[in-house]
């Protein structure tokens, strides 16, 4: 395991989580970082992604406006600030670092995965 994600937790639908990717080693600062998502019996999906330098960001449709990805690389730590939790968002929450400067929805784009975090969100 390279990367150290938390912050997961079980929250009311309506509320909001912040989730933390850690690089321990302190090698993604030039590395586009993403988020993805499994729930049980699916497939992992994409979530969000971000550029090294936070210049360009990107969504999956289901998370957009609700979501925000960023970074603090001072801190080698991406953040996901999920808002307006629904239901449908539970899964086991995972980052990844790409092995490009920039953000990719492919699961290919990315070497280095952290463990996940698991997101309960009740009704």
């Known amino acids: 395991v390279q990367l150290q994600a938390s912050g997961g937790g079980l929250v009311q639908a309506g509320g909001s989580l912040r989730l933390s990717c850690v690089d321990p080693?302190?090698?993604?600062?030039?590395?586009?970082v993403g988020w993805f998502r499994q729930a049980p019996g699916k497939e992992r999906e994409f979530v969000a992604g971000?550029?090294?330098?936070?210049?360009?960001?990107i969504y999956a449709d289901s998370v957009k406006g609700r979501f925000i990805i960023s970074r603090d690389n001072t801190k080698n730590t991406v953040y996901l600030q999920m808002n307006s939790l629904k239901p449908e968002d539970t899964a086991a929450y995972y980052c990844?670092?790409?092995?490009?400067?920039?953000?990719?929805?492919?699961?290919?784009?990315?070497?280095?995965w952290g463990q996940g975090t698991l997101v309960t969100v009740s009704s």
């Open positions: 080693r302190r090698t993604f600062n030039n590395n586009g």
């Open positions: 971000i550029s090294w330098n936070s210049a360009s960001t």
């Open positions: 990844a670092a790409a092995r490009s400067s920039y953000g990719s929805r492919s699961l290919d784009a990315y070497r280095y």
